[in-house]
């Protein structure tokens, strides 16, 4: 293991941790044993993280002008009152 891998591990408190370090950097995001889906891994999958009452973070993203997220909550305060 070289250094940077056992310094990664070293910070792990769950065993469980460790080893996914270690699967991710030798054999790559591979198929999720949760969805079966491919690109994550179980602690990052939507399915898993619903069945467990938990949800992903989304941000909003920088793409939109200033004028369009203010014409949008306009709408929503219009929709309110």
Known sequence: VDKNMFRLI???TVAKDAWEIIKTT???YGQCHECEGYGHIRTECATYLKKQKKSLVVSWSDEE???EVENESAKHITALT
């Open 10 to 12: 070293k910070q792990c």
């Open 65 to 67: 002008s200033e004028g």
């Open 26 to 28: 030798h054999e790559g």
